[in-house]
């Protein structure tokens, strides 16, 4: 199934859901917050265990991915959560869920730079993330600061032979047991990806 076929589908799912949501009209506040949390849960997993392949003709070329909007959601492999804001802050971020989160991108031949605008959901301790190009290990970096924002960087080394479109997958120590109202195994809070 293709990327746009995944996308109609989930698009489809939820409008069935939100028209169905809709149609109950005699039920409690408490059954509607319950479903609409049930709601969130479900196009949270259908992201979270899709893994999209390629667009065929789409260039994952960019000096920078912004998460939480259409921008950067060509980008997504597997592992996501849905689109977010904050008004507040003005920014939009996507929740890497699970063990292991991971994005398409073409990353040049030369060595470069990527540095991840990131922000951790744990208390207290850290998080390591092991971050990998095409399946091979590239680097980590912890988490230490709870719910403040963090740039972290790793070195891509130079590879003549880098397919013209990379995998790169961060790999999370520890996720968040979805407590009840949460319902999401949330690793990480993404807000932007950069090359330099």
Known sequence: MTRKSYALLIGFIWLVL???????????EEAKISESKDQIKLKSL?????????????LYKTSKIYFGTAQGFPFLRSG????????????????????????????PKEQTKLTANVRSPFPGSQQVVTVKVDG?????????????WE??????????????????????????????????????????????
């Open 18 to 28: 939100s028209v169905n949501t809709g149609c109950k009209k005699e039920a409690t």
């Open 46 to 58: 259908i992201l979270e265990e899709a893994v999209f392949p390629p667009k065929k003709g789409f």
């Open 80 to 107: 996501w959560s849905f689109n977010e804001k904050n008004a507040e802050e003005g920014t939009t971020y996507n929740w890497a869920l699970g063990k292991s989160a991971s994005i398409f991108l073409t990353l």
């Open 136 to 148: 091979k290990e590239v680097g980590t970096w912890k988490n230490s600061k709870h719910w403040v």
């Open 151 to 196: 740039k972290h960087s790793i070195m891509i080394e130079s590879n003549n032979s880098r397919p013209e479109v990379s995998v790169i997958e961060f790999i999370f120590s520890k996720h968040l047991e979805p407590p009840e109202k949460e319902k999401r195994p949330l690793a990480l809070l993404f807000e932007s990806i950069t090359l330099e």
